[in-house]
């Protein structure tokens, strides 16, 4: 289905035809109509499924169409980060560019003064809409700062994302004080209690909508290492030595392991750059910039940027320990394989972690192909399961002690996905139906 099949005005439509979107996702095809027809919405949906736009565009098409005041905050979208919030906002910018009379104020933390004193002045003027962190945008309220009373629309995007991140409160708090005939939309990657009964709480006879809930993308080339703790930074060593490997994401839970690999990284003269919690808000988005841009080739993060970053190239997501929910490790790894390309997703599991692995090797309902450690680490643990899975024969052959008797190598499937990259590279003069904001 088409944007043009739908009754979003001729503004929008002409941005998306400038920005070359023309066939719709199906989440994008399943919410634009309820939402223009003014009904609740919970969508259930990972990221790269285009649900920025399946929200965005027909709120942003009403707004044009007019009727809604021109001096109050007509719609707000909440965001769990910092990160994402300047993800909306861009694609804000994009899809509004002929929208003459729509404003919009981004609202988040970690910004000098001078920041705070801008967000106060389109808040007070009535902006349209603001894209908001839930901490930032209290803070305005107490401080008098913004009205919501004349509110239309109420957006929450990664709903799990901010539960997980202690924010229930403040949304609720939030909630209060908006009128009762708001349109309330809902995105969330999962549907767990917690989230299903903030739903209840907040959204009236909703629709819903759940599309491809948490699988990775077919074309990422999933596997692992089986190995003790100190191995973990030889492997690191020996993926990278041959100085080849671009556009690489590594993901560790804790910050510190951030700044040890880091540190070995540029031992080995990699151009890399990390980004923890640590960092103020200018080096993060400093850091961002420079990834994005290609001038840093390897990203070493914290779970901040395993969701809601639009970075289509990205060849190989490196897991430097096991997300203890099978949920993150399908957003990390969905960082890799977009637009279209192919990608390579490498797991470190411990003897700590193999739990949890084998967790998502259930969830995903196949086995994960067990490398074998490169030379001179010596012998891993054996990997031991927590119940019997599935599919005890994977791609590589029956394995035994974790580890495979045939397949490709590492190297070989990073050098594949290389060349994907390069090959939709030399065609990016060409217009390509994508999900919108990629998100």
Do not use: W
């Amino acid at each position: 289905m088409t944007f043009e099949e739908t009754y979003l005005n001729d503004n929008i439509l002409d941005a998306l035809y400038d920005m070359h979107f023309e066939e719709m996702t199906p989440i994008q095809e399943r919410c634009i109509p309820e939402i223009l027809d003014g009904r609740d919405l919970i969508g259930v949906a990972q990221t790269g499924t285009g649900k920025t736009a399946a929200y965005l565009l027909p709120i942003l098409s009403m707004l044009d169409d007019g009727g809604f005041p021109k001096d109050a905050v007509n719609c707000i979208v909440m965001s769990p980060t910092r990160e994402l919030a300047q993800q909306i906002d861009q694609a804000m910018q994009g899809f509004g560019y002929y929208l003459d009379g729509i404003s919009s104020v981004p609202v988040y933390g970690g910004n000098d003064g001078s920041r705070f004193d801008q967000e106060m002045k389109g808040l007070k003027m009535g902006a349209d809409v603001i894209i908001a962190t839930p901490g930032r945008l209290l803070s305005h309220i107490r401080m008098g700062h913004v009205d919501l009373s004349r509110l239309s629309f109420f957006v929450l995007d990664e709903a799990d994302r901010m539960l997980d991140m202690g924010f229930s409160d403040d949304i609720l708090s939030i909630a209060k004080l908006l009128p009762k005939d708001h349109q309330t939309i809902m995105f969330s990657a999962t549907m767990p209690d917690k989230i299903q009964q903030l739903a209840r709480t907040l959204l009236y006879n909703p629709v819903e909508v759940k599309i491809a809930v948490s699988k990775p993308a077919e074309k990422i080339q999933q596997s692992a290492y089986v190995c003790y703790e100190p191995q973990k930074l030889g492997i690191i060593r020996h993926l990278f030595k041959a100085g080849e490997l671009q556009r690489v994401i590594i993901f560790s839970g804790k910050k510190d392991k951030v700044k040890d690999i880091t540190r070995e990284l540029k031992r080995m003269n990699i151009n890399c750059a990390p980004m923890h919690s640590d960092l103020s808000q200018a080096e993060r988005d400093d850091v961002m910039y420079r990834f994005k841009a290609g001038q840093v080739d390897v990203l070493v993060a914290t779970d901040i940027v395993s969701r809601g970053i639009d970075i289509d190239d990205i060849l190989c997501v490196i897991n430097y320990d096991v997300p203890h929910d099978a949920e993150d490790y399908v957003h990390r790894i969905g960082r890799t394989a977009r637009a279209q390309r192919d990608g390579v997703a490498i797991t470190f599991v411990s003897e700590q972690d193999m739990r949890y692995f084998a967790d998502i090797e259930r969830f995903l309902e196949r086995d994960i192909q067990k490398n074998v450690l490169p030379e001179g680490l010596g012998e891993g643990p054996v990997y031991k399961t927590a119940a019997p899975r599935k599919n005890s024969r994977g791609r590589g052959g029956r394995k035994r002690n974790g580890k495979p008797q045939h397949g490709k190598s590492q190297q070989d499937k990073v050098q594949n996905a290389k060349s994907q990259h390069n090959k939709h590279h030399h065609r990016r003069g060409k217009p390509q139906n994508k999900p919108a904001a990629g998100n």
